[in-house]
């Protein structure tokens, strides 16, 4: 195209040149912009799964504080059943209410 407009031989040449120049600088460019983009992806990703680590363990946290409490109020349960079975145990000989009654403890 230099060279139909008077260019010569050498401007086309350093035409060519510049053209190739251009293609490989503009090829370059979209290469890095594209392992910009990827590199944004990955530390994307690795705070997301540093998040949802996070998110785990604190759940895992409470599930275990819950399983701890609960636990604890059953242990007291059962100690309180425990004693309600003794008591029930100990009342069931005195609910009949005539005095020389065989089932009636002295």
Do not use: H, P
């Amino acid at each position: 195209m230099v060279f139909l407009f008077g260019g010569g031989l050498v401007g086309t040449a350093t035409a060519f040149v510049t053209i190739k120049y251009t293609k490989k600088r503009a090829e370059a460019d979209a290469m890095k912009a594209m392992q910009d983009v990827y590199q944004e992806m990955i530390t994307d990703q690795r705070s997301y799964i540093n998040s949802l680590k996070q998110d785990k363990e604190d759940s895992e946290a409470r599930w275990e504080n819950k399983v701890e409490t609960l636990s604890k109020r059953i242990e007291t349960m059962d100690l309180k059943i425990n004693e309600n079975n003794r008591l029930i145990t100990e009342l069931k000989t005195m609910k009949c209410t005539d005095l020389i009654c065989q089932n009636r403890k002295q």
